[in-house]
């Protein structure tokens, strides 16, 4: 099953605005990563928050992360076209002793110039 | 550049044959993993190396295999390829476990 599940699972917005995504989990992390995926090209890591972090900012890109309500958010201010590419949440956990990566199903933003 | 490289991009396969997806990397890393892409799926884990030498199973590891014969190569053999088994398939590495991922550009297989 999957660990994170994006929401929205689209967006699109006007060039300019800013775009949010959520990722909500279901157990304990070790931490919490963003990736990108352009059309027909690998995913590309853009964030990783800890656990014990609230929030992180990357150039365009602050994440936030509440582990009370275990959930995150990326927020993409004023979005361009090339922003336009899927995201996807990713959580790192220990499950029964081994690392694991799971991702969530993505949100699929659309950047309208 | 540094990176991950799969071969081959895309490829088209009878069902039943035997098919090995390759992938290399540069970096030195020490974990790689496998992962395959569906619609409506997201990315599903097949199999992962912490190290060289050592392999672990997935969330979808029926069906195929992996070695991990040195840091640099972990190819990825579909036994008898199944038309479920359609799907794009991503090779990533990290630098160990919890350290962000590299990924390939992936393989297209379809199996008819």
């Known amino acids: 099953s999957q660990q994170g599940e994006e929401d929205p699972q689209a967006l699109s917005i006007q060039e300019g605005e800013n775009a949010t995504m959520n990722c909500s989990y279901k157990?304990?992390?070790?931490?919490l990563q963003w990736y990108r995926q352009n059309s027909g090209r690998g995913l590309v890591h853009l964030i990783l928050i800890r656990s014990n972090e609230r929030e992180k900012h990357s150039g365009r890109l602050r994440v936030t992360l509440d582990t009370s309500k275990k959930s995150s958010s990326l927020l993409i201010t004023a979005s361009r076209a090339a922003d336009t590419a899927s995201y996807f949440c990713a959580t790192h956990s220990l499950i029964q002793g081994a690392q694991k990566l799971v991702f969530g199903q993505g949100t699929r933003l659309t950047i309208n110039p | 550049i540094a990176g991950i490289t799969q071969a081959p991009t895309s490829q088209i396969l009878a069902a039943g044959r035997r098919m090995t997806l390759r992938c290399t990397q540069d970096?030195?890393?020490?974990?790689m993993y496998w992962y395959r892409q569906d619609l409506g799926l997201g990315l599903r884990l097949i199999h992962y190396?912490?190290?060289?030498?050592?392999?672990g199973k997935g969330e979808v590891p029926d069906g195929y295999s992996v070695s991990r014969a040195n840091t640099d190569d972990f190819p990825l053999t579909l036994a008898s390829a199944v038309p479920s088994q359609t799907s794009v398939y991503f090779c990533a590495s990290s630098e160990r476990g919890g350290s962000p991922l590299h990924f390939g550009n992936g393989t297209r297989l379809t199996v008819t």
């Open positions: 157990t304990s992390i070790n931490n």
């Open positions: 970096m030195r890393h020490n974990a």
């Open positions: 190396s912490n190290t060289a030498g050592t392999t």
